[in-house]
């Protein structure tokens, strides 16, 4: 079975600017979670999404938005880039189920300079 | 969620065996105990997971007392490429649980 997969893998972009991001998750699973990496701060939970509706929500500004497609894909879009926000976004998948647990893709490295 | 505290560092030798405890004092009955493995710039990977007593799997070892309170991994025979480092989470995983609260982790260095 094929695992998470996140497009792009890197990518630059500059102050103000916008940018989106692509997670397909593992066939059959609908709970799609996204997370950002940043060396000061971690790992850090953005939102959730299952079955096209969002479920649950980390502390992070509007600028940071997502949605989920009926195919369960989703993506997550940054609006105004700033400095801070240069991380790694990690997408997870998983089957909702009692103790199933997330499997997570290989990120997007996103540079904002 | 349970919040988790785990060594911040360990370092071992290549072909020792590694444990790594893992406090979980505040462990909800539905929770489990799953433990993810990551080298730099990439995402997580899953390692092991468990609900109690001992789970084995190819590459390592899950052991959870009666009380659930803690948790070790247990890793076979280190190699250099072991070096990573080791996130333990405790959540239910379901019903709107896969909100993920990840720790600084254990940061594992492997010598040759």
């Known amino acids: 079975k094929a695992g998470v997969t996140q497009t792009p893998r890197y990518l630059i972009k500059t102050r103000g600017q916008q940018v989106t991001l692509s997670c397909s998750p593992i066939?059959?699973?609908?709970?799609v979670s996204w997370y950002q990496q940043t060396p000061g701060q971690g790992l850090q939970f953005l939102f959730e999404y299952f079955s096209e509706t969002q479920r649950n929500k980390g502390n992070f500004p509007g600028r940071f938005s997502g949605r989920q497609f009926s195919n369960s894909r989703s993506e997550m879009n940054v609006s105004t880039l700033e400095l801070g926000d240069s991380a790694l976004y990690l997408c997870?998948?998983?089957?909702?189920?009692?103790?199933?647990?997330?499997?997570f893709g290989p990120g997007t490295r996103l540079l904002v300079l | 969620l349970a919040k988790t505290t785990q060594p911040v560092s360990m370092d071992s030798y290549e072909g020792q065996e590694v444990n790594i405890t893992c406090s979980h004092n505040n462990i909800a009955t539905n929770d489990y105990i799953t433990w993810y493995q990551q080298f730099p710039s990439q995402g997580p990977r899953f390692i092991i997971q468990g609900y109690k007593t001992k789970v084995t799997n190819e590459v390592a070892s899950l052991f959870i007392p009666a009380d659930r309170k803690s948790s070790t991994l247990s890793l076979p025979r280190v190699s250099l490429s072991d070096t990573a480092v080791y996130y333990c989470l405790v959540a239910p995983f379901s019903g709107g649980y896969n909100k993920l609260i990840f720790g600084a982790g254990t940061r594992l260095a492997v010598h040759p």
């Open positions: 997870a998948s998983s089957s909702d189920s009692a103790g199933e647990t997330q499997y």
């Open positions: 066939s059959g699973h609908r709970s």
